[in-house]
């Protein structure tokens, strides 16, 4: 018998009799291993049931997800004393996030999470604390701000290449989720790239869409493509229209072709350069016409600082701005955009109406001292 070859049918039947029934049972899992000295195949079997140890091959989202966290903190502002217009006390603290971008200490965040602060501290993944202070912010132009702490040795997260995105393509958002929740690493996919959205009298630009939940005390935090770059500065969440209708999974951060180049200045030189005009303005629209405007588009100038840009070329306090170089001021281009695509010593023409009448005035820009 020790010559003969041994049939494998009635084997390999036994063997798938085993694995439906240790199927059914939810008790085995049959693995083929190598010969046993006895030149047959050789069967294994181990229980399956509770929960099976993973392989970080396995959760490839969750090392990177993991590795980039360590890189975002969450940023608690402190705000200076204010009141509404009923003397009610407004919030004494905001929460929000930041991303280390270099290993010497320096965060950026968004310029609302820094807004109006008193103190500022940031506190660590580890849950270490450390007071900050502002570097600069570039507001209004955008929603970016560079803080900094006193440390080194950092762990900072590598920008990305936003325009290398594709919609449909993997990404992850990681902040403090209910200014609270630090760490909270959500995903989703880009849904959209290039996007516009208007805020605070001004149309926010190349913006990263994505449906990753984006929730407050996110703002100023990290989205990370999947090697770990980051590809935007979470900033904006869209919860409804103004006409009412509800909103899901839209939220939108800053890219980092935006990002980058303008945190990288602020390291490198405490600002990033921007046109200084010397002008309060209100962006025109069709309903201040009946106010008796001439235009129903431009920017209306309130006020003109002395010694300005804008006094020394004449400015006066009612004029409308209808053009700036090759710029036409409109809902879709409304002034702050448009300053902040001319140098900041450029010699320009404006378009102004005054009282009805069309003229033209040169303006000398000078660079923003902060």
Known sequence: ???????????????????????????????????????????????????????????PDADVAGEAARSVVTVVNELLPARNTFGDALESVAVGSG?????????VTN??????????????????????????????????????????????LR??????????????????ALHEFEGSVTVGVVSGLHRRWAREGVVMEDLVQTDAAINHGNS?????????ELVGINSTIIRSTDGGDIVEGIGFAISSKVAAPIVDAIIADGRYPRAYLGIAHQDVDPSLVPLGLFSD?????????????????????GDIILRMGDMDL?????????????????????????EGEEMTLRVKLVPRDR
Do not use: C, Y
């Not at 991303?99 to 965060?107: A, L, P, R, T």
């Not at 270490?128 to 209004?140: F, K, N, S």
């Not at 409109?330 to 005054?354: K, Q, S, W, Y």
């Open 297 to 317: 588009r431009g920017a209306l100038v309130l006020r003109v600082s002395p010694d300005t840009p804008a006094d020394e070329a004449g400015l006066l306090e």
């Open 99 to 107: 991303v280390i971008v270099d290993s010497d200490g320096f965060i």
């Open 220 to 228: 100023g935090g990290a989205l990370i493509n999947s090697r770990g």
């Open 1 to 59: 018998m020790a010559g003969r070859p041994l049939s494998l049918f009635p084997l390999v039947a036994l063997l798938f009799l085993a694995a439906a029934l240790g199927g059914a049972a939810g008790g085995v899992t049959v693995h083929f291993l190598d010969d046993d000295d006895s030149g047959r195949p050789s069967i294994v079997s181990e229980p399956t049931d509770g929960p099976q140890p993973t392989s970080a091959v396995d959760s």
């Open 159 to 176: 920008w990305g290449d936003s325009d290398a995105l594709r919609p449909g393509e993997k990404v992850i958002a990681i902040g403090t």
């Open 111 to 156: 310029e609302h999470v820094v807004r109006n602060a008193a103190r500022l501290t940031v506190v660590m993944p580890g849950g270490e604390e450390h007071e900050a202070t502002l570097v600069a912010a570039d507001d209004p132009f955008t929603d970016l701000a560079v803080i900094k702490i006193d440390a080194s040795g950092l762990p900072a």
């Open 330 to 354: 409109t809902p879709d281009m409304p002034f702050i955009n448009a300053l902040g695509r001319l140098p900041p010593d450029a010699e320009v023409d404006f378009l102004v109406n005054r």
